[in-house]
């Protein structure tokens, strides 16, 4: 199966808009944060290891490392579209992934 990417979102939603829609959906404890954790573990643009998601009183923290190839994703950007929370605290670790080298 082919891993998708987050879809980056276009459109803006109302900050009030927003956060009493992510409070109607994730009223069930650790919810938002298990919904992060799998949208950004089946992302195939990053590679996170050790993540933790922490709920703040506007939205969420994260931690962990982040890996990626290529251009350096925006990972708070992403997390806002897809949870409509107002803040993204980012405390990701962030490095490019390095290629594995070859044996011999």
């Not at 900050?15 to 950004?40: D, F, G, M, N, V």
Request: aromatic share 2%.
């Amino acid at each position: 199966m082919k891993k998708k990417s987050l879809a980056q979102s276009s459109q803006t939603i109302p900050a009030k808009t927003a956060a009493r829609a992510a409070s109607l959906q994730y009223s069930i404890p650790h919810s938002l944060e298990c919904e992060i954790q799998h949208a950004l573990a089946s992302d195939a643009e990053v590679c996170l290891s050790s993540l933790v998601v922490h709920r703040t009183k506007n939205g969420v923290c994260l931690e962990g490392v982040l890996e990626f190839d290529g251009e350096c994703p925006d990972i708070c950007k992403r997390i806002k579209a897809l949870t409509g929370v107002e803040e993204v605290i980012n405390h990701l670790l962030v490095k490019r992934r390095m290629p594995v080298p070859p044996k011999g």
